[in-house]
C-alpha cells in the first residue's frame, strides 16, 4: 500500500506518501501543454477584404394592413375605405425598394375580405406579403 511499508518486522506505519503516481501525471500534463500551447499561438495569416464607407439603403418601412370583425381596413391603424387601401397598394407595389405587407385579420372577419386585401395586393405588384397571428396558449 503507498503508506505502508513492510520492511520493518515492526507493525509500524510510515508516514510516507508515493510520489511516483504524481510525478508522471505532471509529466504528461506537462508533455500536453507543451504540444498545445504553440499550436494555439500561431494564428492563420489571411488577406481580410476592405470595407467601403458607403451609406447603406435603408428598408422601407412596413405597412401594417388589418381588417377588423366588421370588414374595415386600417393602414397603419388609420382606417381607410376599399378604393383608398387599394389605392396605397397600389403606391407601396411601385416603390422599389418594396415595404413588406402584414396582413392582420381579426378571427371573426369573413375570409373574403382577407382574400380581397390580398388580390388588390397581388394586383399592385406588392411582392412581400405576411400573416400576423397571435401565438397559441
Known sequence: MAFSSFENDNDEMLSEINMIPLIDVMLVLLIVFIITVPVMKHAVNIDLPRASNERSQDKPETIRLSVDADGAYYWNAEKLDDTEVFNRLALAGAQDPQPELHIRGDKAVR??????????????????IGFITEPSP
Open 111 to 128: 375570409y373574403e375580405r382577407v382574400a380581397q386585401a390580398m388580390a388588390a395586393a397581388q394586383r399592385a405588384g406588392v411582392r412581400k
